[in-house]
């Protein structure tokens, strides 16, 4: 257990731009499949204040901006009026035990099926190359994708469109600010990644063109709702949904300089360890941090995601790796993780299982909370 005088990293103050942060405990963003019918729903306002601190922030899961953003069942939307009225209260819940709360915006682009589109059309994306068919990240479902229907030039601003009105939904229903969805695979990462992106137009080829969508999209939602609140999240090192890049270094240099020229609130990257979604903790510690060279070229707030314990989170604050660190498994299955890391308390052990099930309570709002007497 931890000593009171014992200066522990991941619980100092941090100043994000306007946002007074009383710890550096970021919760990720996690696609947790209980929005029934693509509409947040009043078991996420337990769950999103059970896992807030008092200035603390929370990045919400994956949030559809269109309805051709789907690939996943009951995902959340805030393309619509009576999704916006939905996330109000859930946002409300956060607010008042003093949280900050940002919402993800999403789109899946290629990875989805004609089952989840409007009208059983194809999905959308930079290219018209299918993704073979896999085992979902639940372990047990087999995902199966339509072949994408490839966006002319002429359509891609109105989905650069799609991500400016759901910003404006976003902090219509109340949340602080968002996070452009650019990484694991998701059509913005398809845009970006070359063994994905086969377009000759503006929007392929060279890396700057590649990129182009997600800096439209980062300049569209600035000049929207502020770049005060904007925050962008990207995986160059990894190869998710068979979208890999021949030079991640180079990409990830790149967005991160452009992002910075943007001028958003913050860069929220995936470290290059979580090439796969299952790792193991020795795997973890053999990895060298290597997104410095990003954070040194971002003006901005800098947080990494990727396989974080108690341990290696501190370090890499305390070495001004990153400013803030994102817990995604372990927030889950503990709600009070920064007490937790306070106390130097044990950790509840999630339960992949439960991860992805439509359950309201099981595997969602049952994780305990630590004994108030330890």
Request: with cysteine; hydrophobic share 35%.
């Amino acid at each position: 257990m931890a000593s009171d005088s014992e200066i522990i990293p991941l619980l100092t103050p941090y100043q994000m731009g306007k946002f007074d942060l009383s710890h550096r405990v970021v919760l990720a963003p996690l696609t947790r499949q209980r929005s029934y019918g693509n509409v947040p729903q009043p078991h996420a306002i337990l769950y999103y204040s059970q896992r807030t601190t008092n200035g603390g922030l929370l990045i919400s899961e994956a949030t559809g901006v269109s309805d051709t953003a789907q690939g996943y069942t009951d995902t959340p939307g805030i393309w619509t009026k009576e999704q916006v009225q939905a996330w109000k209260p859930i946002v409300d819940a956060v607010h008042a035990k003093g949280g900050i709360f940002f919402c993800q915006l999403w789109h899946v682009g290629r990875v989805s099926n004609e089952g989840f589109q409007p009208n059983g059309q194809a999905p959308i994306s930079c290219t018209d190359k299918p993704i073979t068919p896999q085992i979902r990240a639940n372990g047990i479902d087999t995902a199966e994708f339509s072949t994408p229907r490839r966006l002319t030039t002429e359509e891609v601003p109105s989905v650069v469109n799609d991500f400016r009105l759901a910003a404006r939904n976003a902090i219509e229903a109340g949340f602080d600010g968002i996070e452009i969805h650019g990484a694991n695979g998701y059509l913005i990462d398809q845009f970006m990644k070359d063994q994905v992106n086969d377009r000759t137009d503006d929007y392929g080829g060279s890396l700057e063109k590649r990129c182009r969508f997600g800096l439209e999209i980062a300049e569209a939602v600035s000049k929207e709702i502020g770049a005060d609140r904007v925050g962008f999240r990207m995986s160059p090192f990894a190869d998710y949904m068979e979208a890999k890049d021949s030079n991640p270094e180079g990409l990830g240099l790149y967005m991160a300089k452009s992002l910075s020229k943007c001028g958003i609130l913050y860069c929220h990257v995936i470290e290059p360890r979580m090439i796969t979604r299952r790792i193991t903790v020795e795997e973890i510690k053999e990895c060298p941090h290597s997104l410095l060279p990003m954070k040194k070229a971002f003006n901005g707030t800098f947080i990494s995601a990727g396989g974080y314990d108690r341990e290696d989170g501190n370090k890499a604050v305390e070495k001004n790796c990153t400013h803030l660190v994102t817990y995604g498994r372990l927030f889950l299955a503990n709600p009070d993780l920064p007490r937790r890391f306070q106390l130097n308390a044990p950790l509840n052990k999630y339960d992949r299982d439960t991860f992805y099930t439509s359950d309201p309570v099981v595997g969602y709002t049952d994780y305990p909370f630590i004994e108030d007497a330890i």
